[in-house]
């Protein structure tokens, strides 16, 4: 036996070296943990902190010179990331009357969620869709997409909106392309409205597939979530975990609305008090109505409308609400659950 071992080994470890190898003893227990380890952090923006430098951004540069305006909600774990989760990124983008941010299409799967104001519009393949708070919005990978903001019934005010995008996924995946178009809105090619009529109604075109495993239907009304939201509340027992909870879903498939990207919505009613659970989602939250409490692995969190908070993988949540909240979430769940990686439990109190 070698009775000068630790020299032994680093003699090793160094011849090694030049044939690009490493001891996996070493590094086992991190590369294998017992359980998911997330380097980054919960974490909670608050929507009226951070609304003037918003405003303020709208002042010094333009949508089309900034070709998206927007300020990204980056991780205290993850800096230099601009990533809300290891798979995710969200910011706040802001659009001001008149302006248009011009079209373009990239690999990396977006979502939209309506924060404040009305008026302005996402275009998807040639159909435009009019924004409104709460509206959860779809910009399905390679779809070319523009945004504009004309006003509507004679209001013309800022839009802000959530953007929510698989950034991270795809760049670990070497899998990014963009292009821009040639003009700053694309042509209009369908009424508004024709998604949703086609895909909206428990029915579907018979000569007409799918987009790419993402759902047809483009914009989901915050209007007929929430009215889904309080039939339920009124018609079954509130869960002790999540009060009433719906997942949003691709009506071609049952589905999640895109392959990378899954979203939920759901209402805590006043005076809540949920019991934790968790899952290995790194999960996005964003406020709707209401106001109350997330304790994130011990640490607790005051939401008001507009906020938004990120539940690491793993992380124990549970949530509390003082009156009527409405939460929306989205996360890589899609992704977790097609390679077989998605756990949750729920924990007694």
Known sequence: MNTNLPE???????????????????????????QPTPDYEAALWRYQDILPHLMRAGEVISAEEAVRRVLVLENPGLQGSASITRS???????????????????????????VQGKGAYTAVNGERTTMHPGDFILTPSWTWHDHGNPGIDGVSEPVVWLDGLDIPM????????????DAASQPVARPEGHSFAAYGHNMAPVHQCGTGGSSPIFNYPYERSREALETLRRQQEIDAWVGVKLRYVNPLTGGAPMPTIGACMQLLPAGFEGLPHRSTDGTVYSVVEGRGSATIGGR??????????VVPSWATLALDALD?????????????????????????E
């Not at 998605?342 to 007694?348: A, D, S």
Request: proline letters at 7%.
């Open 8 to 34: 032994a080994r680093r003699a090793l470890y160094h011849d090694m070296q030049a044939l690009h190898l490493i001891p996996l003893w070493e590094s086992l227990h991190t590369l294998v943990p017992r």
């Open 170 to 181: 795809t760049r670990f995946f070497n899998g990014g392309f963009a292009e821009n178009g």
């Open 88 to 114: 995710l990124y969200a910011g706040l983008q802001l659009i001001l009357p008149g302006e248009v941010a011009p079209a373009h299409r990239h690999t990396q799967a977006a979502l939209r969620f309506i």
């Open 324 to 348: 009527d909240a409405v939460l929306f979430s989205f996360s890589d769940r899609p992704v977790l659950q097609a390679i077989g990686q998605l756990r949750e439990e729920f924990l007694p």
């Open 300 to 309: 607790r969190f005051e939401f008001a409308p507009r906020d938004t908070f």
